[in-house]
T-cell receptor, first 114, second 116 residues
Framework: GDSVTQMEGPVTLSEEAFLTINCTYT??????LFWYVQYPGEGLQLLLK?????DKGSNKGFEATYRKETTSFHLEKGSVQVSDSAVYFC?????????????FGRGTSLIVHP | ETGVTQTPRHLVMGMTNKKSLKCEQH?????MYWYKQSAKKPLELMFV???????ENNSVPSRFSPECPNSSHLFLHLHTLQPEDSALYLC???????????????FGSGTRLTVV
């Protein structure tokens, strides 16, 4: 079946540090890949997505590149802020041949200190 | 405001109570979902409603009962819950067609449920 693996964290960084949250996946078909963010007390929000190999999704300074050869979609940001403290979820949806319901990772908590 | 509104935001109920959670979307989406989010556990898909089908997670206890009267509204009826049902209940919606996997979900802010 389809699965998404990401580090659980927490990842603790100082403000302005570089962020990487790793995400790898297995999928039975050709997936679209997503990152969601959940701020404290809120639901999940779609942060960025990529729908085919070598696509780069970006939003709010965050980026992730769809790497088919390594089945990865790592989230990066060059300079994190305290306001980026949240839980980040990697997810996939299969374009063909599989269920349209996305598969989520377990989430990675990010804590950014001033 | 995400376009998906959940009420109430917080709910405390006794184990013998009956209550309902409400979700509403006006994004023109044709599929709606209930998820359960518990501490230290993965997101759990409970129910899916779309034009094509209703999908249930067979591990969801019968004390949770969904209702979807139209494509804009979704309810989760609760009765005789247990303390372990305390969690954040998230509603989501999406557009379902043959390119469904290209779109993401829009989530509500959730209902924080505490069963005492």
């Amino acid at each position: 079946g389809d699965s998404v693996t990401q580090m659980e964290g927490p990842v603790t960084l100082s403000e302005e540090a570089f962020l990487t949250i790793n995400c790898t996946y297995t999928a039975t078909g050709y997936p679209s890949l997503f990152w969601y963010v959940q701020y404290p007390g809120e639901g999940l929000q779609l942060l960025l997505k990529a729908t085919k190999a070598d696509d780069k999704g970006s939003n709010k300074g965050f980026e992730a590149t769809y790497r088919k050869e390594t089945t990865s979609f790592h989230l990066e940001k060059g300079s994190v802020q305290v306001s980026d403290s949240a839980v980040y979820f990697c997810a996939l949806s299969v374009v063909t041949g599989g269920s349209y319901i996305p598969t989520f990772g377990r989430g990675t908590s990010l804590i950014v200190h001033p | 405001e995400t376009g998906v509104t959940q009420t109430p935001r917080h709910l405390v109920m006794g184990m013998t109570n009956k209550k309902s959670l409400k979700c509403e979307q006006h994004l023109g989406h044709n599929a709606m979902y209930w998820y359960k989010q518990s501490a230290k556990k993965p997101l759990e898909l409970m129910f899916v409603y779309s034009l094509e089908e209703r999908v249930e997670n067979n591990s969801v206890p019968s004390r949770f009962s969904p209702e979807c009267p139209n494509s804009s509204h979704l309810f989760l009826h609760l009765h005789t819950l247990q303390p372990e049902d305390s969690a954040l209940y998230l509603c989501a919606s999406s557009h379902q067609d043959r390119d469904s996997a290209l779109y993401g979900y829009t989530f509500g802010s959730g209902t924080r449920l505490t069963v005492v």
